[in-house]
């Protein structure tokens, strides 16, 4: 069924289709596009050294062209691309029906398989360094031939366990991850080749293709070196697939030892060898057994692999299609009019810094609050909450507030509290607001710092000297307006302090309110909740600088007049929290940021609009361009292969 079907394959369109597998790789390649970007089907050859791995693959290809040796041969991955064509190669008035290419050497043609040899080694040397050191940077090499299927195989270097020859102790593990990179790709099958005369349960192709694949579904083995295994039960167990089952078979090959090949037998005597020997030894099997049968079902179960995989990687390709596309365009294109695209540019930057800072922007983030969202942030509940959470009272000592109250009454002794006491303590208080207050003028400023610096970096990320030159002005505009802001903070407070407005109508409602509740309650001046919230100063334990415990001993009226001139301050900083909750966010919002938004425009303008400086400015970093090459390469080669793939439309089912 394989042959009928590998037959009718490549009679009809469907052998067209491995080809253009072949010409995606070519496209991708060219702009280097890494295997993990867009995982193509392939075949994956692994197998231990010595496994006979590349003695099968010039027996599908008909040619000896692999390196050999003793020790780790393959270093690097070999990218081999089999092209089954009509036409011929003339060299010299010579025909020749085969001949390979590589991709480092484009534009050259070699039909002598012994300098293919020696090129792979060469470049293997170039890349990987000449001592036994592997590369994952892989080998691109196309072989054309009337005979050969279209298959596209990666030969990986051999597994191995010992380091020799100066290689790295870590050799084992350096090849087992770079063989996993090409395994685990999902549209590859896995081609496991183990030697005949070892046992299978210890085969390291084996144990790695499970790794990738547990359930063997993309798993195809090779037991080569048949012709020196046991022709007994176990062996025919072992090639049905009784001993190891896997779901896509198991093939029996027989390879030239390394003495068939130092006494010069070729590949067409080794394949008629290895049918005969099947025929002879296994009749039964012979049919689902050698390289030809191996071809044909590799060629099979690509296709099949190919046609499942094609939905997605049409999908993959149309959405990295528009991703380029996207990429591009957000590029733009380089500047021919500089006057006209720097006052776009500084117009374009103005709006969005003041989107982000008035929440109308479109690039709005999901991850942290910044802009005008951290300032009232800020405003809302850093500074809100800072004042909520001072103490009024902070730094007063019992021993301050009495000779506050005996300093301002003189030599005449009051009958009520004196006015003067609370004043002064209360200036005294709204002094300590100060540090609280420039605070929050600074965590703005470094906000809004910010917030031009991100809109910089996400808007000039073509111009990288645009960028610096709109961030330095614009952090010197914001700078300047750093100074009136704390000006204006420091008139706020110095308002607050200058006039205690003990007539107030919220402090006179409260006053009201702290006389009836001594009035009430006697000296104590407790009732319910005003005072219970916090213990009064008089009951505050002090201590003297020797460390012992000061008893003030007061009396009656002192303790009344303390508790008295303790709650006013209280009651009166609630009225100042309110008005610099309110004041300083408002002088922040005029002095700085109202400031920042209204002048930026021209500022800018007038500092980076001249002629002499349009060049300088609107150059754009090497970054960017190499960028937008990029891009503009990727997005023609996603053309090509959607263009390619456009082309295959009712491939038949088999």
């Known amino acids: 069924r394989i042959q009928i079907l590998f037959e009718h394959m490549m009679a ?49 290809v008909g040619r000896d062209f692999l390196p050999r040796g003793m020790g780790i041969v393959t270093r690097r991955p070999l990218l081999l691309q089999l092209v089954n064509t009509e036409r011929q190669y003339s060299a010299n ?9 590589f991709l480092h050497r484009r534009g050259e043609v070699f039909t002598d398989f012994e300098q293919v040899k020696q090129e792979i080694m060469a470049d293997t040397d170039r890349v990987a360094g000449d001592s036994k050191g592997i590369s994952n940077q892989p080998i691109r090499l196309k072989i054309y031939s009337n005979s050969l299927p279209n298959l596209t195989l990666v030969d ?96 029996g090959v027989v390879n030239r030892s390394q003495v068939d090949i130092e006494k010069g037998k070729n590949i067409k005597d080794a394949l008629e060898f290895e049918e005969s020997f099947f025929s002879k030894h296994h009749p039964v099997l012979s049919s689902k057994m050698g390289t030809k049968f191996l071809a044909e079902t590799l060629s099979v179960l690509l296709m099949g692999h190919v046609k499942k995989c094609l939905p997605a990687l049409r999908a993959k390709i149309s959405h990295m299609k528009g991703v380029q596309e996207t990429v591009i365009s957000n590029l733009g294109t380089p500047v021919t009019n500089p006057g006209p695209a720097l006052l776009n540019q500084i117009s374009s930057f103005c709006e969005e810094l003041k989107g982000i800072i ?9 991850t942290e609050i910044h802009g005008g969202a951290k300032l009232f942030y800020i405003f809302q509940d850093a500074f809100s909450k800072a004042l909520e959470e001072f103490d009024p009272m902070t730094g007063l000592t019992l021993s301050d507030l009495r000779h506050t109250i005996r300093n301002s009454m003189g030599t ?36 809004l710092a910010n917030t031009i610096s991100m809109v910089c970096s996400q808007h000039f990320e073509r111009f990288d000297k645009l960028k610096d030159e709109v961030m330095l002005t614009s952090i010197n505009l914001l700078t300047e307006s750093l100074v009136p802001t704390r000006q204006m903070v420091e008139n706020l407070l110095a308002i607050e302090q200058t006039y205690i407005n003990t007539n107030h109508p919220d402090f006179l409602f409260r006053y009201r309110a702290v006389s009836d509740r001594f009035r009430d309650n006697g000296a104590s001046g407790h009732d319910n909740a005003a005072s219970a919230s916090r213990s009064s100063i008089c009951d505050r334990r002090e201590v003297s600088d020797s460390g012992k415990e000061i008893d003030y001993k007061l009396t009656a009226r002192e303790r009344e007049e303390v508790q008295m001139i303790e709650q006013l301050i209280i009651q009166y900083f609630t009225i100042i929290r309110k008005q610099l909750q309110d004041s300083i966010p408002k002088t ?8 920042l938004i209204k002048n930026i425009s021209s500022e800018l303008i007038s500092h980076l609009y001249m002629e002499n400086k349009f060049e300088k400015l609107l150059q754009e970093s090497e970054f960017i ?28 089912s088999f």
Not at 175 to 197: D, F, M, Q, T
Not at 413 to 442: H, N, T, Y
């Open 412 to 447: 005449k002794p009051s009958l009520f509290v004196p006015e003067i006491a609370f004043e002064v303590l209360s200036k005294r208080q709204i002094g300590l607001l100060r540090d609280l207050c420039l605070r929050v003028v600074d965590l703005s400023y470094d906000e």
């Open 358 to 366: 008035d929440g109308s922007s479109s690039k709005i983030q999901s």
């Open 156 to 251: 990986l270097p051999g597994l191995t366990k010992v380091p020799v020859g100066g290689q790295p102790e870590d050799i084992e593990a350096q090849i087992e991850r770079l063989v996993l990179e090409y395994v685990e790709n999902e549209n590859s099958i896995i081609l496991a080749i183990s030697p005949g005369n070892q046992d299978i349960a210890t085969s390291d192709a084996i144990k790695v293709a499970k790794k990738a694949d547990p359930f063997g579904e993309r798993t195809l083995a090779v037991i080569t070196k048949v012709d020196l295994m046991d022709k007994g039960a176990e062996t025919i167990n072992l090639l049905k697939g009784v001993t190891l089952p896997v779901k896509l078979g198991i093939i």
């Open 12 to 60: 009809g369109p469907l052998g067209s289709l491995l080809g253009t597998i072949n010409q995606l790789q070519d496209v991708f390649t060219t702009v280097g596009v890494s295997s993990d970007i867009i995982q193509l089907p392939q075949i994956v050859v692994l197998g231990s050294q010595s496994s006979g791995k590349s003695s099968v693959l010039e027996n599908i």
């Open 93 to 101: 008035g010579v025909e020749h029906l085969v001949w390979a290419e």
């Open 625 to 652: 361009a190499l960028k937008r090459q990029r891009a503009s390469q990727m997005l023609a080669a996603l053309n090509d292969a959607h263009k390619i793939l456009s082309n295959l439309r009712d491939i038949p």
């Open 588 to 595: 922040i919002m005029h002095f700085m940021v109202s400031a």
